[in-house]
């Protein structure tokens, strides 16, 4: 089968390779969408050690099963595979599992013709549901994980709360249009990208460039800081007032120190979300399926052949696509 190879510092290129045989317990997924996440372009850049080239990247995917139990149904798929039986398995909280394995860290991933995954992985598809959309379901499970772990320590329910959402990328646009959809009036979204900043304006956010119109300080209760950078967290701190909440979804960086006086003499939730339950990837498909996110035309779709392009224009901030889709 054709793959696509993450083969070292800034270099993706496809090649030829022989599929995984399947172990028990196991499917082998055609895919038929896959999308580029923050993630790779993060191993994409050389930051992320636990992805060593050559590999193949991607963990976002929708397909249909060609082999295994789950043979011909639509599914998509928690990328995470669990044991199942250590004290997080036990506990629901399988996103902490002390024995996880990814596709697409230290698994092959899913940009290339098939992928497999164990049997416990999948999550079949409404037929209303296209693959292109159902490839997103990830992304939108790790907005709406962060979402709920944030609304479970305000004072107040987060429809009346002022929200400030850093990062116009995928998870973020997600995050506020989840946030949208579940009643917040008062939603701000920042980029420094004005492609980015276009392509939400367009679906009716409110963004902005906080060089040019910084947030005022203690202004709002609610932070979803979706890029995870010095600068960034710096800004979260300063915007939230005394009782608010910060959710820390993005991993771009580990730089900069957190001013802790300031979370501690406000009072600040600073909070961490990983990933995501398979109750959150269910709300997601659910979500998705209903349209609850309006219109998705910001969604890139492109051969696959056409990833290291793709991964090169996302990379250099030249594409405006919050998030890019790709198929075999």
Known sequence: MQALFYVGREQMEMRGTEPEPLKPGESRVQVEATGICGSDLHAYHGHD???VPPMILGHEVAGRVVEGAWKGKRVTMNPLIVCGHCEYCQAGRQNLCENRSMIGMNRPGSFAETVNIADHSLIELPQTLSAEIAAMTEPVATAVHGIHRLERVLDRPLAESRVLVIGAGAIGLMTALILRQRGVRSLRIADLNPLRRE???RVGLEAFDPREAPPRADSVEAVFDCVGAGP?????????????AIMHLGLQDNDGGTDTRAIT???LSFLGA??????DLRAAVALLDAGALGELSWVEKRPLAEGPAAFEELASGRSAAAKVILYP
């Open 232 to 244: 960034t967290r710096k800004m979260a701190v300063a915007s939230a007032r005394p009782g608010g």
């Open 265 to 267: 003499l406000k009072e």
């Open 199 to 201: 392509e939400a304006l």
């Open 49 to 51: 050690p636990r992805r």
């Open 274 to 279: 990983y990933t995501y339950s398979f109750g």
